[in-house]
């Protein structure tokens, strides 16, 4: 079946810090990769993406590669700042049935401080 | 520039009660979903429609029915609602395929 397996937290970061999330997926095909970004009382914003095999996906400073061999789609930030604090989630999308179905991992909290 | 709206925001229900949460969507979207967000397990797919006319379960449908009303509106109905349902409820839409989810706001639901 279709899992996303994420990286616990929380984390804690200083500021300007490098940041890594790691994510490993199990999938039946070929899915597509999200990265999912939820701030304080919102709902969940798109922070990236990757559709195959060693597309990077980029935005905000924020950077995954879609690694088919280690089933791999680490987030990355080379400086973080305060107003990156939030829950991150990784997700794969399945593309059975015409339906762009959802699997989520647990969320990251991150909370970077001064 | 609404995106997907859901209300209400917050509701609390007694054990038995029940009610409807409501989702729209104004980006023509064919694909709808309500998932429930608790702390520790992710987002987890409630029900889903590919397209107007057909919903399908997801991976925790009991006790939840679905309507999609139509092409813009997919309601999520708790019909006697359980201290287990207590939980923040997202509605989210996207196009076929493999693109980008939208998501709404959230209903943070407490059954008491």
């Known amino acids: 079946g279709n899992s996303v397996t994420q990286m616990e937290g929380p984390v804690t970061l200083s500021e300007e810090a490098f940041l890594t999330i790691n994510c490993t997926y199990t999938?039946?095909?070929?899915?597509?990769l999200f990265w999912y970004v939820q701030y304080p009382g919102e709902g969940l914003q798109l922070l990236l993406k990757?559709?195959?095999?060693?597309d990077k996906g980029s935005n905000k400073g924020f950077e995954a590669t879609y690694r088919k061999e280690t089933t791999s789609f680490h987030l990355e930030k080379g400086s973080v700042q305060v107003s990156d604090s939030a829950v991150y989630f990784c997700?794969?999308?399945?593309?059975?049935?015409?339906?762009?179905?959802?699997?989520f991992g647990t969320g990251t909290r991150l909370t970077v401080i001064p | 520039n609404a995106g997907v709206t859901q209300t209400p925001k917050f509701q609390v229900l007694k054990t038995g009660q029940s009610m409807t949460l409501q989702c729209a969507q104004d980006?023509?979207?064919?694909?709808m979903y309500w998932y429930r967000q608790d702390p520790g397990m992710g987002l987890r797919l409630i029900y889903y429609?590919?397209?107007?006319?057909?919903?399908d379960k997801g991976e925790v449908p009991n006790g939840y029915n679905v309507s999609r009303l139509n092409k813009r509106e997919f309601s999520l109905r708790l019909e006697s609602a359980a201290p287990s349902q207590t939980s923040v409820y997202f509605c989210?839409?996207?196009?076929?395929?493999?693109?980008?989810?939208?998501f709404g706001q959230g209903t943070r639901l407490t059954v008491v």
């Open positions: 990757a559709t195959k095999a060693d």
């Open positions: 980006m023509n979207h064919n694909s």
């Open positions: 989210a839409s996207s196009e076929q395929g493999f693109t980008e989810a939208f």
């Open positions: 997700a794969l999308s399945d593309h059975r049935s015409g339906a762009n179905n959802l699997f």
């Open positions: 429609s590919a397209s107007e006319g057909t919903t």
């Open positions: 999938a039946t095909g070929y899915p597509s």
